[in-house]
């Protein structure tokens, strides 16, 4: 049986729109992550999860600890239903949920949040000033693990941090440390120019050579200011652990001796963005469903929505991959609509009203906030029904 056909069984009691989580298929890629994390142990990132219980799930395999949170207020309320070791990963500027951390010890204890510069550190002391009884706020330096050449003319990664040399990250470990209240615990630098842009993009042979050439330099070039920077701030604080890499890079970040842990989490649901990396294989195992519900031309059909565009440079990439069955493609006049999309190709030709057309999103932990529900799928069968974020009422950005 293949697997739109085990799909369709499983879920034939549902009315589509909905989305799946394929649990055999999540196993495998969690799997493969922890061995190539080679004994390193992965922190969760929720952004590409954002469903608490299937969160819970993978922490409870071997190999995953902790949480990669993107916003406070999320962490906050991750930790006030248990669940531990959750790192900000992005600065906040939110007066009230930093004033809740200081105020509550558990979160205080649980939570570390993030900074790039000393302007971070002054608005966090400014937010929490009047507090009562303020628990001492753990602190992680951000830096930035970008590829620059050629004299600053060219730079490959995502604009985080400025903090790039070891005297930048040393000087704001020691503004850091003489601010009461505050701890400086960890150290995180993601390389998304690794870690987040395949290295096998099909049909594009000039592309692939270009990013392949500027990897292979930038990791040469990061393990060497990376490991400076982590034995600077060490000379200052007893760090906790110091965090890089994401899904597209465990095997190459976990190698480096600096590096404590690893942040992924695209990887486990393996949306489509992630087929086009040589080191980086994994099953689908997030995905939706969308009923046909009109045929305008023979090789025609209409499926009802489906316009979930990810995040990022807009383009074609972006647009959810019409999965199964195979042989479907956009048309080029309407492309992935909000209320409805037109497909087009041979397979169109045998789906009738009422069949589901199976989507991979772009991205992995978006395509949660489009329904409330993941419907759990163990072989031939549903086995369960799991809220998002969305479905708990929780809408973070």
């Known amino acids: 049986m293949d697997d739109r056909q085990r799909y369709d069984r499983a879920t034939a009691h549902l009315d589509p729109p ?49 949480i990669m949170a993107f916003t406070l207020p999320e ?56 507090v009562r009884n303020r628990h001492e706020i753990r602190i992680c330096l951000d830096i930035d693990a970008g590829y620059v050449t050629l004299g600053g003319k060219f730079r490959a990664g995502a604009l985080r941090s400025p903090v790039r040399e070891p005297d930048q990250a040393a000087d704001l470990a020691a503004d850091t440390a003489k601010r009461p209240g505050l701890r400086l615990v960890g150290l995180m630098a993601y390389e998304a120019q690794i870690a987040g842009v395949g290295d096998n993009p099909p049909g594009k042979p000039a592309l692939t050579h270009a990013i392949r050439w500027m990897q292979a330099r930038s990791r040469q070039e990061l393990i060497m200011r990376r490991g400076r920077i982590v034995q600077a701030v060490r000379q200052l604080a007893d760090l906790e652990f110091v965090n890089g890499g994401g899904t597209g890079s465990i095997t190459t970040t976990t190698r480096e001796k600096a590096i404590t842990e690893i942040a992924a989490g695209s990887g486990l649901y393996q949306p489509r963005l992630f087929d086009f990396y040589r080191g980086h294989t994994g099953r689908p195992a997030a995905l939706f469903a969308l009923p046909v519900v009109r045929r305008p031309a023979p090789a025609t059909v209409t499926v009802l929505g489906g316009g979930y565009i ?69 072989g031939e069968q549903t086995v369960d029904e799991v809220p998002t974020y969305r479905g708990e009422g929780r809408t973070f950005l």
């Open 75 to 130: 962490a906050l309320w991750l930790a006030s239903t248990g669940l531990r070791d959750i790192l900000v990963a992005y600065p906040t500027a939110d007066r009230t949920a930093l004033a809740t951390l200081a105020a509550d010890p558990r979160a205080a204890q649980e939570i570390t949040i993030m900074v790039d510069r000393s302007e971070h550190l002054d608005f966090i002391e400014s937010a929490t000033a009047d």
């Open 310 to 378: 990810a995040s990022g440079t807009p383009g074609p990439d972006r647009l959810p991959q019409p999965y199964l069955p195979c042989g479907l493609r956009y048309t080029s006049d309407e492309g992935a609509g909000e209320v409805q999309t037109p497909l087009t190709g041979q397979a169109a030709e045998d789906l009738r009203l009422g069949d589901r057309v199976w989507f991979r999103h772009a991205k992995a932990g978006e395509l949660c906030e489009r329904f409330a529900t993941l419907h759990l799928i163990d």
């Open 18 to 66: 909905f989305a799946v989580l394929d649990l055999a298929a999540l196993h495998a890629n969690a799997t493969d992550m922890t061995r190539r994390a080679h004994g390193k142990p992965i922190r969760v990132a929720s952004k590409s999860i954002r469903s608490r219980p299937v969160l819970e799930r993978i922490l409870a395999m071997d190999g995953f600890t902790g």
